[in-house]
Nanobody, 129 residues
Framework: QVQLVESGGGLVQPGGSLRLSCATS????????IGWFRQAPGREREGVAC????????YYKDSVKGRSTISSDAVTNTVYLEIRSAKPDDTAVYYC??????????????????????WGKGTLVTVSS
């Protein structure tokens, strides 16, 4: 049974940093590409970052490019997302997700687009002073 559990959310001051974790089970990061998505109040869910399993290549949404890093640890089966220079617009519920046919791309489509998908329940990040 595939499970993804996010953690690390909370209150962050503007300009601060946050590091989210996505603990996975029931799959191997050697074979599954993992994406981070977020949904702000009143807005559609959007892809933020993605990491490929084969070569660890990474993809970022323009709004976080240059100030965020996605990484994975195959030993602990955990994927991380760090965002630096946090902005109020980063406030959202952050989800990690994957799927059997999911792969990273510049258009950051949901894993559901490709077939069977697995999502965590999300972790809330609030950027505010």
């Amino acid at each position: 049974q595939v499970q993804l559990v996010e953690s690390g959310g909370g209150l962050v001051q503007p300009g601060g940093s946050l590091r989210l974790s996505c603990a996975t089970s029931g799959l191997s990061l050697e074979y599954y590409n993992i994406g981070w998505f977020r949904q702000a109040p009143g807005r559609e869910r959007e892809g933020v970052a993605c990491i490929m399993s084969n070569d660890h290549s990474t993809y970022y949404k323009d709004s976080v490019k240059g100030r965020s890093t996605i990484s994975s640890d195959a030993v602990t089966n955990t994927v991380y997302l760090e965002i630096r220079s946090a902005k109020p617009d980063d406030t959202a519920v952050y989800y990690c997700a994957t799927g059997t046919l999911y792969y990273c791309s510049d258009n950051h489509r949901d894993p559901d687009y490709y077939g069977t998908a697995y999502w965590g329940k999300g972790t809330l990040v609030t950027v505010s002073s």
